[in-house]
T-cell receptor
Framework: AQKVTQAQTEISVVEKEDVTLDCVYETRDTTYYLFWYKQPPSGELVFLIRRNSFDEQNEISGRYSWNFQKSTSSFNFTITASQVVDSAVYFCALSEARRGSTLGRLYFGRGTQLTVWP | KAGVTQTPRYLIKTRGQQVTLSCSPISGHRSVSWYQQTPGQGLQFLFEYFSETQRNKGNFPGRFSGRQFSNSRSEMNVSTLELGDSALYLC??????????????FGEGSRLTVL
């Protein structure tokens, strides 16, 4: 069974602080995909990153970086020098990648509410 | 390029009624999936459609149904509404189904309140 755990329900930081959002996943599949989505108050889920299980390279995109560690089944997300506009709920998700599997089925964590204070 | 469009954005129904929600995917996208988001259960997969065929279904009762039209637009229907059906219903579209996973693009959702 697939499961994603985001242990941090809420995080509050002050602008310019760095913040790391944790994500731990469970799957029996050897091939899978991991995602991070951002949900602002408008409700739309905004895609941030997709990582496949064979690519353990860390990735940096501007102030965002992701640390994928297969050994610990973790896919953590760090925001450097946080800004008020980063305030949102962040979701980690896992999808299967078996042949013939459904593209659209993501297993989401419960999300982490990030609040960045000015 | 227009994003995923969901209508209506907000609606209020009473118990026992039924509701139909609509989703227009990004042009060229053939796969549409639906999710229910509630404070208690989080984001849960409802179903996915590709080329007018349901490809996968989550663990929801038969009151929840959907369909996809030849232009890839999708609708979902909930019959005999219960208070617990109050939720944000999110639609997502993607280019393909199966095999190599791509990105899911989400709409802003339809917020349903059941009184």
């Amino acid at each position: 069974a697939q499961k994603v755990t985001q242990a941090q329900t809420e995080i509050s930081v002050v602008e310019k602080e760095d913040v790391t959002l944790d994500c731990v996943y469970e799957t029996r599949d050897t091939t899978y995909y991991l995602f991070w989505y951002k949900q602002p108050p408008s409700g739309e889920l905004v895609f941030l990153i997709r990582r496949n299980s064979f690519d353990e390279q860390n990735e940096i995109s501007g102030r965002y970086s992701w640390n994928f560690q297969k050994s610990t089944s973790s896919f953590n997300f760090t925001i450097t020098a946080s800004q008020v506009v980063d305030s949102a709920v962040y979701f980690c998700a896992l999808s299967e990648a078996r042949r013939g599997s459904t593209l659209g089925r993501l297993y989401f964590g419960r999300g982490t509410q990030l609040t960045v204070w000015p | 390029k227009a994003g995923v469009t969901q209508t209506p954005r907000y609606l209020i129904k009473t118990r026992g009624q039924q509701v139909t929600l609509s989703c227009s995917p990004i042009s060229g996208h053939r796969s549409v999936s639906w999710y229910q988001q509630t404070p208690g259960q989080g984001l849960q997969f409802l179903f996915e459609y590709f080329s007018e065929t349901q490809r996968n279904k989550g663990n929801f009762p038969g009151r929840f149904s959907g369909r996809q039209f030849s232009n890839s637009r999708s609708e979902m229907n909930v019959s005999t509404l219960e208070l617990g059906d109050s939720a944000l219903y999110l639609c997502a579209s993607s280019l393909q189904s199966g095999g190599n996973t791509g990105e899911l693009f989400f709409g802003e959702g339809s917020r349903l309140t059941v009184l």
